[in-house]
């Protein structure tokens, strides 16, 4: 395993009980769970009527992200009879944030009462099966961004010497089931590298051979769930197949359409996550 800086983030301090309280001035039911939007998702999930809906500014204390494709709210949104907080804006280390604004969203959700995340993400593809705007389950997670942000908690501490899966394999293994008969839907690994560039094709090629999908977020989100004690799980968005054509670059206007034509995708999978994660909860 290469050395990993790591950061060592508190579960909740003033910052987080004070958004979740301006939070609770519009909407005081309970939140069963939480998702992370990757880049471009939040026109996915344009249509889906909220309960309640906070711009990031309005939120003291919750910074904003520069990256283009994420719509800088918070959203409370019922799906069946499961309130879920929607994160549309996630923060990067690459984009100058302290290891406790990468894992805000992830604080606040579990000071919120949530149970589960499904954490989102716009990632290159690394198989020569995938296809843009393909979804991908991600079946296990690789960090490669050199940064390891622990959340002190007594879960961590009973756990922090034993090697465990970030994503809910079980939970995974059921939406699997449930949607594998659409020919869009894969499952792999997903790495998460720092960023900002994209990767060149020699790293392409080294990524490729244990990956499947690249990327620059989702691992430390993941983590923090982990580490706060809820269940998680991770789907990638197949944005560009990797490697580019020799005489073209990547972009992020690639990203962005490549959201919007998986639209109604994201939103089907996404309602496959969280009802088969509800009637886990109901058991």
């Given at each position: 395993m290469a050395a990993q800086h790591i950061h060592?983030?508190?579960?909740?301090?003033?910052?987080?009980?004070?958004?979740?309280?301006t939070c609770r001035t519009l909407y005081t039911g309970p939140v069963q769970g939480a998702c992370i939007a990757g880049s471009g998702f939040?026109?996915?999930f344009s249509d889906i009527p909220?309960?309640?809906s906070f711009p990031y500014a309005e939120l003291e204390g919750m910074p904003g992200t520069t990256v283009q494709g994420h719509a800088n709210s918070l959203d409370f949104v019922r799906f069946g009879e499961t309130v879920v907080a929607i994160f549309l804006g996630r923060f990067h280390l690459y984009d100058g944030h302290p290891p406790a604004n990468v894992i805000l969203p992830v604080r606040i959700a579990a000071e919120l009462g949530s149970a589960f995340l499904v954490c989102t993400n716009a990632a290159g593809g690394l198989r020569s099966?995938?296809?843009?705007?393909?979804?991908?389950?991600?079946?296990?997670?690789i960090n490669r961004s050199g940064h390891r942000i622990v959340v002190r908690t007594n879960y961590h501490e009973r756990n922090r010497t034993r090697g465990t899966e970030l994503t809910d394999a079980l939970w995974t293994q059921r939406v699997w089931t449930r949607m594998s008969e659409h020919s869009w839907l894969q499952r792999g690994a997903y790495c998460s590298v720092s960023g900002p560039s994209y990767e060149t094709r020699a790293e392409i090629g080294l990524f490729s051979t244990f990956a499947d999908a690249i990327g620059m977020s989702t691992v430390h989100e993941m983590q923090a769930a982990q580490d706060l004690g809820m269940q998680a799980m991770a789907f990638?968005?197949?944005?560009n197949c990797l490697p580019p054509p020799v005489d073209g670059g990547?972009?992020?206007?690639?990203v962005?359409?490549?959201?919007?034509?998986?639209?109604p995708r994201i939103v089907a999978l996404l309602e496959t996550c969280i009802k088969v994660a509800g009637e886990r909860d109901a058991r």
């Open positions: 060592h983030v508190p579960a909740t301090d003033d910052r987080v009980a004070s958004i979740v309280k939040h026109a996915a909220r309960i309640a099966t995938f296809h843009v705007a393909d979804l991908m389950l991600a079946d296990a997670l990638s968005l197949i944005s990547l972009s992020h206007s690639e962005l359409a490549a959201a919007e034509r998986a639209g």
